[in-house]
């Protein structure tokens, strides 16, 4: 009977190998071929990382700051009447540009897993890329109070902050952009609705692969067309926003939750939105850059093909990701420079 289960366990072995080889082979880039492509990579359910203690800096080591950037613990309040609190981390380059603006960016992990810490590298490069001042948010995630509308009131605060220093970090007010990565550019997506709503007007939005719509979790794994195979999964996707809504009403959701339900796109700034092809947030992506070009909001769609969810961070030395990394430098650039 061992035997028997044994070959048997085997036999799935190898055919779930021969499965991923051929997946891989068929839809991935080249250079985002690495050992992660290829084993059974999947984001645990949030359920499970839901357990993950509140205090996360041992769990996700914090990045290397960028070489020509320093950083600095930011611990403040909104200016707002609701004072409401925030931390984040604040980079700055050692020589400006002549580009007059700042950048707020938000975490990715879900709204379950990350820091700041995780994303100094990216943050770090962007300050250094474009000569400014970037200030890369600490919100809680949904296991420790995060969860909707907690963590965007603390991202809004961020942004209301920044806004209020530009004199004292000698940049624009005006020249501000939002951006992220993941579920953090579905924050900042959020942010940016919020703040054209109150009229507190950002001037840039710049989302890689962000997790715009909790809908998508109505759909079956067969509709994600093929899509959302390796890391960022089906399940993943419904954990999460299972995780970030438990507080809300889903049939009567309240505004920024879902940032693809919005309406009134027409109030938005210029938007520069990144995805893979085989990211399971391609299509709502795809459908948000629509819906924002139709409404006459200057719009760039960035594809990449073959690339999964996250591979800019798993292989972020490939030309796929960074000719991504790329577009999203530039297009911040011509975004503050207009």
């Given at each position: 009977?061992k035997?028997l289960l ?5 036999a799935?072995?190898?055919?779930y190998?021969l499965?991923?080889?051929t997946?891989?082979t068929n839809?991935v880039?080249y250079?985002?071929r ?5 084993l ?6 949030p359920?499970i990382?839901g357990m993950?203690p509140a ?11 960028v070489t020509?950037?320093t ?5 403040g309040?909104?200016?707002?009447a609701d004072k409401?609190p925030?931390?984040?981390i604040l980079i700055e380059?050692e020589?400006?540009?002549d580009l007059?603006?700042a950048?707020l960016?938000i975490?990715g992990?879900?709204?379950v897993?990350?820091t700041a810490?995780i994303d ?15 200030l890369?948010?600490d919100y ?14 603390e991202?809004?605060?961020a ?5 209020s220093r530009?004199?004292?970090m000698n940049?624009?007010?005006q020249k501000?952009?939002?951006s992220?990565?993941?579920a953090?550019?579905g924050l900042?997506?959020?942010?940016v ?9 950002v001037?840039?939005?710049?989302l890689v ?8 979790t109505y759909?079956?794994r067969?509709n ?5 195979k390796?890391?960022w999964?089906h399940?993943?996707?419904?954990g999460?926003w ?5 507080d809300?009403?889903r049939?009567?959701?309240p ?12 109030k938005?700034?210029?938007t ?6 085989i ?8 459908a948000?850059?629509?819906?924002l070009?139709?409404a006459g909001?200057?719009t760039?769609?960035y ?6 969810h996250?591979?800019d961070?798993l ?7 960074q000719?991504?990394?790329d577009s999203?430098?530039a ?8």
């Open positions: 009977m035997k044994g070959t048997v366990a085997l799935s072995s190898v055919a190998v499965k991923r080889h997946y891989v839809h880039a250079d985002l690495n050992i992660y492509s290829y059974p990579l999947a984001i645990p359910s359920r990382m993950i205090s996360q800096a041992t769990v996700i080591p914090e990045r290397q700051l020509g950037t950083k600095r613990s930011i611990v309040n909104s200016p707002d409401q925030f931390e984040a380059p020589h400006r540009s007059d603006g950048v960016w975490h992990g879900g709204h897993v990350g810490g100094v590298d990216r943050a770090s490069y962007l300050a250094f890329q474009l000569g400014i001042p970037v890369s948010v809680h995630q949904s296991n420790a109070g995060g969860q909707f509308p907690g963590d965007h009131n991202c809004y605060a942004l209301r902050w920044l806004q530009a004199d004292e940049f624009n007010p501000i952009a939002v992220g990565s993941s953090g550019r900042a997506a959020g942010i609705q919020r703040a054209a709503d109150e009229g507190n007007d001037a840039f939005q710049a692969y962000p997790m715009l719509d909790h809908e998508t759909r079956s067969e994600d067309k093929g899509r959302g390796i890391t999964t399940n993943a996707n419904v999460a299972e995780t970030y809504l438990r809300v009403d049939d009567n959701l505004a920024y939750a879902s940032p693809a339900q919005y309406e009134p796109v027409e938005l700034p210029a520069w939105i990144g995805v893979g092809d990211d399971l947030f391609f299509e709502e992506d795809k948000y850059a629509e819906r070009s139709a909001v200057e760039e769609f594809i990449a093909d073959g690339m999964y996250g591979a961070a292989a972020p030395e490939s030309p796929t990701a000719k991504m990394v999203l430098i297009a911040i650039r011509r975004g503050l420079s207009s």
